[in-house]
């Protein structure tokens, strides 16, 4: 899974659209919506800023990091004898 | 340079490039129905075929030229002052390998152009690094090696043809080593690995953009 984006849950709890949201940060419907379906491949500091600003939040509470599930083959690093 | 002259820069480029891509397509037509015709009767006077060359003949024949023959029947030499030598074919086999290899170096040549202005296209349309751009311009890099390899395999079949079939006094026309050489035309084979170097970076370029706009 890796970096996941929880902007809908947080839309919900402050109860804000999509599209104010975009316009209060300054960025597009599109590439907010973008980040929402956790599509996007990096986000600035400057935009995460102001998300946070604007949802009262900490970058925490937008991005949450999710392992990803482990596949079992012979010789790989953590399999290695200590 | 702003975006509005480049941007007219490429369609200015495009604009001739379609024009030479019509007046190649018009010549291979013309240079198709000759062909047809000298298959059909070689003897026609049809024969739109020949063979030019310059050799030092000086290096084999001391003095001057007395008389040239060939062995082939259906060939007609004429041996002009200052060494040229123009020899018209009517052996139906040469004649094929010649065309073929013409209409396929003709086929790249006309690949070439259309991926190209596509890609000026493109470059108008302020989109040149796009994965199909990656793409084309791999395809114009494959083309002018292939091309490369087309034409020095016909090349080299034509001298050692001539090589065969022309006599100059008795003795058989010798080609130098400098002959087979010119034929290589090495510098093709150069671009078109420079045009493959040129595609690798535009694939990268097309990677780093798609990045950027997924940058939030």
């Known amino acids: 899974m890796g970096i996941t984006v929880h902007l809908d849950l947080l839309l919900v709890m402050r109860k804000m659209k999509l599209v104010d949201l975009a316009e209060k940060v300054g960025i597009t419907i599109a590439n907010l919506s973008i980040l929402k379906q956790n599509k996007a491949r990096a986000i600035r500091f400057s935009t995460l800023e102001a998300l946070c600003r604007e949802l009262a939040c900490q970058p925490g509470d937008i991005l949450k990091y999710e392992p990803e599930a482990k596949t079992e083959s012979p010789g790989a690093v953590d399999d290695l004898p200590e | ?216």
């Open chain 2, 1 to 216: 340079m702003d975006k509005a002259n480049r941007f007219s820069f490429a369609g200015i480029l495009k604009t001739v490039l379609d024009v030479v891509f019509a007046i190649s397509i018009l010549w291979l037509a013309l240079l198709l129905l000759a062909f047809l015709v000298t298959m059909i009767d070689p003897g026609s006077g049809a024969n739109v075929f020949t063979t030019s060359t310059v050799y030092p003949l000086w290096d084999l024949v001391p003095g001057h030229i007395l008389h040239a023959e060939s062995s082939d029947p259906t060939v007609k030499i004429n041996i002009r002052p200052l060494g040229w030598i123009l020899m018209k074919s009517g052996n139906r086999a040469y004649l094929l390998m010649i065309m073929i290899g013409f209409f396929s170096w003709a086929g790249l040549f006309s690949l070439v152009i259309l991926q190209l202005r596509r890609f000026l296209a493109s470059v108008e349309a302020g989109n040149p690094f796009c994965r199909e751009n990656a793409s084309r311009i791999r395809t114009i890099g494959w083309s002018i090696i292939a091309a490369f390899l087309i034409k020095t395999a016909n090349d080299l079949s034509a001298v050692i043809y001539m090589r065969r079939v022309i006599s100059i006094n008795g003795r058989h026309l010798f080609p130098p080593s400098g002959m087979i050489w010119e034929s290589l035309h090495l510098e093709i084979l150069f671009i078109g690995f420079v045009v493959l170097a040129i595609s690798g970076i535009f694939r990268l370029g097309t990677r780093l953009k798609e990045e950027q706009e997924l940058t939030i």
